[in-house]
Each structure stands twice: as structure tokens, then as C-alpha cells.
């Protein structure tokens, strides 16, 4: 508390003036808004097995600051990336009204630290348990913002709950430890204490998933979080923030500032630097991961970095191909390519190399329906905008170019501009874009190899190291494979790898940190050494 009571006293003079201009004032007790128009009502448009219905609670477009709606001066328009259709107005947060969340968040920091483990953990049970209540409206939200696939988007809430759920669990088991020094008359204590308030940056690709990863720990470890989430989805945040408050959640311990991708940069600046912040917890591209990092070593930050990869998906000889053939459509084709985890290169082994080329490309035309995320049977929904269609557009032209062949798909899709045909490519070389650029999206470039030597050293020729897959039925090639693979996440015979119960991460360029599992908690978690002398 003593260091509550201190950074409380800098930092109000500090964030004295941080006000100015910002249309929330505080006061005790809280924030208010400013004198000034009031708070529009959502103005969410509903389209037929769209958003229509929905409860008008879960469809919020102002910023959530200690536990109050609150408008910003300006507002930024959400598109339906399949339609185009305007989805909604949102509060467009600035840097004032960034570190006015801070604020708030420290100061339910002081008190949210003291709330006994057991409480938080029932706060986070209730809000997961809110979230399965609400799960068919939830996924309708991240099928209206980000164009995934209904189906997808259901998979969604409920992998984004269960980490509400299980650091529910993991908040009561906290242990410290106690040391035997050689000293008789002195013990050594280690308390593990929550880091203090978390600036936390998520991506579009999974709207709702993203943020409960880094807030399920946070708040579970007795911290506070400001979360900004991408400019693409930020309605499923905001969501997250109506049901935080029906669940009981302090007010000031879950803040969302929204904003547009024009405020980007200052808006991530203003929290990762503002000293009342202790951590950074972010979701990305490496490119912005970096920037983010040179935030944190400003003011010397803990940070946790979830970044991009170039999963290689390698099929050796022994592999069983209709495994195989499952495995990859799972793996590059969910969420149309657009996960960090997709597999991004296929490496196969020369023998078995035509059998699973033909297999694949037979799969894709069966399995694989492009459409409306909220059409039954839709399997493929829209990029989330145009430029990401332009990358996989020129991943494709760059590949034909250098000799590559299409076994099938190759454009864009008549649907519409955010939609691209699913794509397989054969005959690959290294000297292509696709095989040492992240696509994100639906194209699956195919590299023919001879030897275990070769695929690992064209799997591991990369700066980044998230997941990584491969299919063989030789035990003695499985151990090696796995242990020689330089990423953070291993699918054996397996291409869906991600459970909260497991630890996600990658090496190299692909972050710092992992979160799920019974290390997730430790990212936001301090050690403190106690030595306790005079015995
Ligand atoms: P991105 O451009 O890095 O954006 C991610 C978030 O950072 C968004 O909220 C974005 O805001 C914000 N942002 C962008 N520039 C910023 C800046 N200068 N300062 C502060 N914040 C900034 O990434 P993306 O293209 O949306 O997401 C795809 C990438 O994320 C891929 O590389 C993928 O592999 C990676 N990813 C990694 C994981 C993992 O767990 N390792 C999971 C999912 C995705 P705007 O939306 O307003 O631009």
C-alpha cells in the first residue's frame, strides 16, 4: 500500500494536467463526463442474421473508464468487412482520455490488490459464467466486426471464456515460498504481488480471445488493466466491459479505450510510457511489438509480447496423408488464414509430395465455402480489409512470377474486395515472398524437400518462431523433430494446437512471455524476497 500511497501523490501531480482538454473530469469517487453533447445511444445498424436483436447492453460504442460510459470528442465509423455496411460510430480516444484510464485503473489498483484471491476469483467466474449466458449474441458481435464465420466466432467465446474461467481458478493458487538460509537465525520469504496496472493492445483477429488471455491473468494476479483494442473490432471489447460491470468487476479494473487507427501510435505511446503503468501486455506484429518494446525500455516496463509467426507445416515420407490433408486445412484455414498460428509454409517430403498435393487440393474444394461469415456452410469468410487481400494478392503474382503453379484458387473472389479464393501453390522456392513474410490469409505455398536436414533448416531459416507442425509416424524422427524445431509451440500429428490449459508462445521474433496455462499468471507477478531476521 505504501507504494500506492506514494506513486497516488506523485502521480496526481503529475496527471494534474493531464486533464486539460479531456472530456473526463475526475472527482472523487471517480470520473465523470465533462459538461458537454451528451452520450449519444449505440447506433449499431442491424442487418438480417446480423446484429439485429441484439440486446442493446452488449452493443456499446462510448469508452468504459472506471466503470463509467463515457463519450470521446470525436468518433470513428466500424464496417462490416464482408458488406462494407457501417456497423456503428465508436469514441475515438485520445491521448487525454488515454491516461484518464490510467488513472483510473491506478486507483482501483490500490484497492484491488487488498481483495482477497478468493473474491477475484469468484468476479472472474461470474463474469465468465455471464459471457456463456450471453455466448450467441457475443459471436454474433465478432461475426459483424471481424467477417469470421459463425461457427468460428462461437469457438471463439467460448475459448475467450474459459480463460475467464480458468484464471478463476488460478487466482487461489498463488504460493510464495520459504527459503532456509544458512543463517540460524534469519528465514527468506518470497510473496508474489500483482505487477500494478497493465496497458494491453490486442489485434482484430481474435476480438474477444485476445483480450481475456492478458486479462483473465491480470485481473486474476490483482491487476488492473487499460485495454485499447484494434480499430477493426472494438465492439466485442466494449462488450466484455458491459459484462464485466453486470458481473461486479470494480469499477476502474477493466477500462476500454477504443480508438482509430489515426490514434494509434500516440494513444499506445501514452500508455505504455505513462509511469503509473507497470506493465505492457501486447498482441500483434512484430512491428509494432518493437515499437512497443522501445516504449517499455523508456520506463523500464515488464512486458509480455505475443507476435507475429511463419508456422512451417512439414509432411515427411511416413506421414499418413488423409492426417495430414485434416491437419492442414485445420491449421491454414481457420479464420481464412488470418491467425498468428496458421501454417504459412508446407514443406513435403519428396515420396509423398504429388499424393498430398492432390489430397489437399481436393480437400480445399470440398471443405472450403467462401461467403457471409453469418451464411450457413460458410467456412471462408472476407479478409478483414483490402490491404490485407492486396498482400495475399501479391504473395500470389511474387510466386508465379518465380515459377510456383497454382493447383487451385489464385484471385480474388467475386463475392466481394475483401474476399480471396483459397489457394494452393506447388513447385514453391525459398526466394519467395510467401515463404518468409507472414501472409495472413488464405494461401497455402507448397516447398518439395528430400531430406529431415533440409526441412529443419528451411523451418528454422527465419527470425521468428511461433508454432510449428509436422506429420511423420516415426517416433524416433518425432523426438528430433519436435526438439530441433526452433518455435514456442509444437502440433505433432496434430494442426489445432491452442488451449487455455497450455502455454502459448513463441521464440525469436515471435515475443516474449507465454500466456494460458499455470504460467500465464506469472506475468504479472512480482517477486518480492523477504528476509525476516532476529529469530
Ligand atoms: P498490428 O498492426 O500490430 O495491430 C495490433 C494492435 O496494435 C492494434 O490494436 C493496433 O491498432 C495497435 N497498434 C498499431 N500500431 C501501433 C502503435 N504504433 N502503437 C500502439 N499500438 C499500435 O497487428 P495486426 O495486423 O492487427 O494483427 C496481425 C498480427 O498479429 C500478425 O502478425 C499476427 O501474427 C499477430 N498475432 C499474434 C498473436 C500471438 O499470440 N502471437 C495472436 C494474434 C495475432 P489499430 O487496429 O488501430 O491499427
Redesign the pocket.
Known amino acids: 500500500m505504501a507504494t500506492c500511497f506514494w506513486l497516488r501523490s506523485c502521480g496526481a501531480r503529475r496527471l494534474g494536467s493531464t486533464f486539460r482538454g479531456c472530456r473526463l473530469h475526475p472527482r472523487a469517487g471517480g470520473l465523470v463526463p465533462a459538461p458537454g453533447p451528451a452520450p449519444g445511444p449505440a447506433q449499431l445498424r442491424g442487418y438480417a442474421g446480423g446484429l439485429a436483436g441484439l440486446s442493446a447492453a452488449l452493443l456499446r460504442t462510448d469508452s468504459f473508464v472506471g466503470g463509467r460510459w463515457l463519450p470521446a470528442a470525436a468518433t470513428f465509423p466500424v464496417q462490416d468487412p464482408a458488406s462494407g455496411a457501417a456497423l456503428g460510430m465508436v469514441a475515438d480516444c485520445g491521448v487525454s482520455e488515454a491516461r484518464a484510464a490510467v488513472r483510473a485503473a491506478y486507483e482501483a489498483f490500490c484497492s484491488w490488490r487488498e481483495v482477497s484471491a478468493k473474491e477475484r476469483s469468484s468476479l472472474l467466474r461470474k463474469w465468465y459464467n455471464l459471457m456463456i449466458q450471453n455466448k450467441d449474441d457475443l459471436a454474433r458481435i465478432i461475426t459483424a466486426e471481424s467477417g469470421k464465420p459463425l461457427k468460428e466466432a462461437h469457438g471463439e467465446i467460448f475459448y475467450s471464456a474459459f480463460f475467464l474461467e480458468w484464471f478463476s481458478e488460478e487466482a487461489r493458487r498463488v504460493y510464495g515460498d520459504i527459503i532456509y538460509t544458512p543463517a540460524k537465525d534469519k528465514r527468506a520469504l518470497v510473496l508474489k504481488q500483482p505487477v500494478g496496472v497493465a496497458a494491453v493492445?490486442?489485434?482484430?483477429?481474435?476480438p474477444s480471445a485476445?483480450i481475456t488471455r492478458k486479462v483473465g491473468a491480470a485481473v486474476a494476479a490483482g491487476c488492473t488493466v487499460v485495454v485499447?483494442?484494434?480499430?477493426?473490432t472494438p465492439f466485442s471489447a466494449l462488450a466484455l466491459a458491459e459484462l464485466a460491470s453486470q458481473a461486479g468487476i470494480p469499477p476502474g479494473v477493466y477500462n476500454v479505450i477504443p480508438c482509430s487507427?489515426k490514434n494509434?501510435?500516440e494513444v499506445?505511446?501514452a500508455i505504455c510510457t505513462d509511469p503509473l503503468v507497470s506493465k505492457i501486455s501486447f498482441?500483434?506484429?512484430?512491428?509494432?511489438g518493437k515499437?512497443?518494446l522501445h516504449h517499455a525500455a523508456n520506463s523500464v516496463k515488464r512486458v509480455s509480447m505475443?507476435?507475429?509467426?511463419l508456422a512451417p507445416f512439414i509432411v515427411f515420407d511416413s506421414a499418413n496423408v488423409d492426417q495430414a490433408v485434416a491437419g492442414a486445412l485445420a491449421s491454414k484455414f481457420r479464420n481464412t488464414g488470418q491467425?498468428?498460428v496458421c501454417s504459412n509454409r508446407f514443406l513435403v517430403q519428396r515420396g509423398i509430395h504429388d499424393a498430398f498435393v492432390k489430397a489437399f487440393a481436393e480437400a480445399m474444394e470440398k471443405n472450403l465455402h467462401v461467403g457471409n461469415g453469418f451464411e450457413e456452410g460458410t467456412t471462408q469468410g472476407p479478409l478483414i480489409n483490402e490491404k490485407a487481400v492486396e498482400k495475399v494478392e501479391k504473395h500470389v503474382n511474387d510466386a508465379v512470377s518465380k515459377g510456383a503453379t497454382i493447383v487451385t484458387g489464385g484471385k480474388r473472389h467475386h463475392l466481394g474486395k475483401n474476399f480471396f479464393e483459397p489457394t494452393l501453390l506447388s513447385n514453391v522456392t525459398q526466394d519467395m515472398l510467401c515463404t518468409h513474410e507472414?501472409t495472413?490469409g488464405p494461401l497455402a505455398p507448397v516447398i518439395k524437400f528430400d531430406t529431415e536436414e533440409e526441412a529443419i533448416a528451411i523451418a528454422n531459416a527465419t527470425d521468428v518462431g511461433?508454432a510449428g507442425y509436422f506429420y511423420s509416424q516415426d517416433p524416433a524422427q518425432i523426438w528430433r523433430v519436435a526438439e530441433q524445431l526452433e518455435v514456442g509451440m509444437v502440433g505433432i500429428n496434430e494442426g489445432l494446437i491452442s488451449s487455455v490449459e497450455c502455454p502459448?508462445g513463441?521464440v525469436k521474433q515471435?515475443?516474449l512471455g507465454r500466456e494460458g496455462s499455470k504460467y500465464g499468471i506469472d506475468e504479472y507477478l512480482e517477486l518480492k524476497y523477504v528476509c525476516y531476521g532476529g529469530l
Open positions: 493492445i490486442t489485434p482484430w483477429n481474435f485476445m485499447k483494442p484494434a480499430e477493426d487507427r494509434a501510435k499506445g505511446e498482441t500483434g506484429s512484430t512491428t509494432t515499437i512497443l505475443e507476435l507475429g509467426g491467425t498468428c507472414e495472413f511461433l502459448f513463441g515471435s515475443g
